[in-house]
């Protein structure tokens, strides 16, 4: 089975702090990709990376940043936590070759930036 | 741009009763399409996704959808409701050109009533 980690299922910040989001799946695949999620917008895109070390911005890139240095590993970060980044945020993979294949995802780290 | 909408942010039915989720969108060219469910605190299921193989489409669950070209629609059906149906629904669409993104609905919070 296909195992997508999230490093954590619930994180508290504080406005301003530098907050990294860390996502690893472990079947090789290429890309990956980091959704938010929040009440009757859906899953919004933020960013993939269809290869290590190439990125492209999804839908709402701003205020995020991103880090793909290994295959299996993609970080989402948040170079300075505001209130409005209060969200749940999904880390999804999905093999490359296969246009119709699903995303496997995560179980989600529910941030809350106080 | 594609889009997915769809109607009715919360669905309540009755155990026993049919399940019916509607999901719209909008594509120049046939889509892939995907179901995906979300428990509580728990990131996204495939239930089940249309590849052009078959119009219809069964999925695990018990659950069932069917593509309609004419009608731009992949409506989500269950026959007979258990409580453990209760979740959030979400609908996504990818373009065949570039599978490797998701647009999904808003998502609809299916209740299942005693």
């Known amino acids: 089975d296909v195992k997508v980690t999230q490093s954590s299922r619930y994180l508290v910040k504080r406005t301003g702090e530098k907050v990294f989001l860390e996502c690893v799946q472990d079947?090789?695949?290429?890309?990956m990709f980091w959704y938010r999620q929040d009440p009757g917008l859906g899953l919004r895109l933020i960013y993939f990376s269809y290869d290590v070390k190439m990125k492209e911005k999804g839908d709402i890139p701003e205020g995020y940043s991103v880090s793909r240095e290994k295959k299996e590993r993609f970080s989402l970060i948040l170079e300075s936590a505001s209130t409005n980044q209060t969200s749940m945020y999904l880390c999804?993979?999905?093999?490359?070759?296969?246009?119709?294949?699903?995303?496997?995802f995560g179980p989600g780290t529910r941030l809350t930036v106080t | 741009a594609q889009s997915v909408t769809q109607l009715g942010s919360h669905v309540s039915v009755s155990e026993g009763a049919l399940v019916l989720l509607r999901c719209n969108y909008s594509?120049?060219?046939?889509?892939?399409l995907f179901w995906y469910v979300q428990y509580p605190n728990q990131g996204l299921q495939l239930l089940l996704k249309y590849t052009s193989a078959a119009t219809l489409v069964k999925g695990i669950n018990g659950f069932e959808a069917e593509f309609k070209k004419s009608e731009t629609s992949f409506h989500l059906t269950k026959p007979s409701a258990h409580m453990r149906d209760a979740a959030e629904y979400f609908c996504?669409?990818?373009?065949?050109?570039?599978?490797?993104?998701?647009?999904f609905g808003s998502g609809t919070q299916l209740t299942v009533l005693p």
């Open positions: 996504a669409v990818s373009d065949r050109g570039s599978a490797r993104q998701l647009t």
């Open positions: 079947m090789d695949h290429e890309n």
């Open positions: 594509s120049s060219v046939p889509p892939y």
């Open positions: 999804a993979s999905t093999p490359s070759g296969r246009t119709s294949s699903e995303q496997y």
